[in-house]
């Protein structure tokens, strides 16, 4: 689905004068970034290949982005915005020296919700005896940290060889294709539907190295697409069993962010006589926090229907009853041990993928957005009321949207999702994962 034919792109994001363009400049070793120590010179979103050590890149300058949206223009944050849609990594470059911001924690948000991989550089680190000393304010981001001094050029190799560890090898371009990856816990059936789905031949398409986490692409024809089921869990190794008595299987957090991120659908296997659970409950959270759409798969229901009467009714109530977060989730019964629910869960995965594409115009958007915001008491900023200009879809897969407004902090995170469901409705979106930027924008309002 991403980037089949291109090479591989990076992006480095960061607030103002962190060091990002003297980054770019090292990396692509050209002067065409214009380093000077104010904020917010570099604006234009610049692309430049890159050669290291025998592999190549493509490096984008995005210019800074930050929370303070009066320093940019929309245009501006909307194309940052587009440009992550089209990266497959992001190094995100912050102050070793002024410390942990608050932006930078906006920032690390919006990479997450970008679905993107992404490590942190604390730059600006010029003693290395300080290292630890400066970094340990950022460790709260619980993400990878470098720390690094690009004006002395201090362990830009260190950066290179993560960017470089990120990048598949020759000849394992991504296969187009509807991504999948099967989750739950243990026992569920999820070896079990992985065969039901796939038959019992084996069509590696690919075995995925490049980073810590391996999978193997596994792909099926289906009603003229290529699914394509990442399995990084070994569902699919013969023998593995092994790892059962041992606990291996249990996904570690980590491999479990892996699988989310290689996917473009979830489906998250769950004993259907049993009811979902709470550790449920928080993949689907893991998988929504990346954007990612969750298919939850009510298994071994041959077992529930002779355990209950209306199993799928008790099903649903529980679902309801567990998870209130998730009231849109949609659900397919199925046995995999008698090959029942297959197909509606290969048509769903279709229909999740078809609207996680969708691309709404922006004077369809606009008429919408006209009524939508007229439908509820406008946000209170200060005491004046919050005035939106316009929407536009920034991004596919997920379909992601910025509002223009005077004043976004008015604009509370219940607002934010009042909109959402708004347009999940309006364009059958249930189930489907979709972002709302709010952004600073003066001009006529709507
Ligand atoms: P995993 O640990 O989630 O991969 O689960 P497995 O696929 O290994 O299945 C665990 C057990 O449940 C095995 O004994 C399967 O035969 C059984 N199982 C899986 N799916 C079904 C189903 O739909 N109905 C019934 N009755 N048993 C199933």
Known sequence: ????????????L????VGKSTLFNILTRTRNAVVKNQPGVTRDIQAEK???WGKTFEILDTGGITNRMDDFSPLIMRQVLEALGRVDLIVVVMDGKTGLNPEDKDIIRIAKECGKPFFVVVNKVDREHEAELKKAEFYELGVDLIHTSFEQRVHVDKVVEKILSYIPAEGMKLKEGVRFVIMGKPNVGKSSLANAILGEKRMIVSEVAGTTVDAIEEELQYKDQNLILVDTAGLRRRGKRFSKRDGVEI??????????RRADVILLVVDSTLGPTEQDARMIKMA???????????????LARLQRDKHREWFR????????FVEEIPVMFTSAEKHEGINE???????????LSIKITTSKLNDFFYDAIRSAPAPVFGNTNVKFYYLTQ????????IAFANHPEGVSPSYRRFLIKKIQKEWDLSGVPVRMFIMKSGGDSL
């Open 1 to 12: 689905m991403s980037s089949a034919n291109v090479s591989f792109r990076v992006a480095i």
């Open 14 to 17: 960061g607030r103002p004068n």
């Open 50 to 52: 890159a050669d290291w």
């Open 251 to 260: 996904l570690s957090a980590y491999k479990t962010e892996e699988a989310i």
């Open 288 to 302: 929504y926090d990346r954007s990612k759409p969750v298919i939850l798969v009510a298994n071994k229901t041959d």
């Open 317 to 324: 109530e529980r679902l309801a009853f567990e998870f209130h």
């Open 345 to 355: 869960v290969l048509d769903e995965i279709l229909r999740m993928a078809a609207k």
């Open 394 to 401: 920034t991004q596919q897969k997920p379909p992601s949207f």
